[in-house]
Nanobody
Framework: QVQLVESGGGLVQPGGSLTLSCLANRTFFSIAGMRWYRQVPGREREFVAK???????KYADFVEGRFAISGDYAKATVVLQMNGLKSEDTAVYYC???????????????WGEGTLVAVSS
């Protein structure tokens, strides 16, 4: 059973920074990608950032250079550094790891339970 645990959320003033971390309770045989999503109540979950085993990280347009994703594939950890936070960044942030637990399992998506980021003065 794979569990992803996010941490680092909280209340921050506009313009502030937060660092979100996500840690899996086990390693993966292989990881295809690690991502962050966010969701506001009443709205669909939306993509924030992605790092893949090949190519540069990708970000949603609304990030506008304010966030940076990093991680360690061997340890199945992913971090989202968020700077210049705005009130519209308020949401529950979820980490996602897509990969194979073993060499005989299928490729699957795994999700954390989310961490709340609230940006308010």
């Amino acid at each position: 059973q794979v569990q992803l645990v996010e941490s680092g959320g909280g209340l921050v003033q506009p313009g502030g920074s937060l660092t979100l971390s996500c840690l899996a309770n086990r390693t993966f045989f292989s990881i295809a990608g690690m991502r962050w999503y966010r969701q506001v109540p009443g709205r669909e979950r939306e993509f924030v950032a992605k790092m893949a085993t090949f190519g540069p990280p990708k970000y949603a347009d609304f990030v506008e250079g304010r966030f940076a994703i990093s991680g360690d594939y061997a340890k199945a950890t992913v971090v989202l550094q968020m700077n210049g936070l705005k009130s519209e960044d308020t949401a529950v942030y979820y980490c996602n790891i897509e990969g194979w637990i073993t060499d005989y399992d299928g490729r699957k998506n795994y999700w954390g339970e989310g961490t709340l980021v609230a940006v308010s003065s």
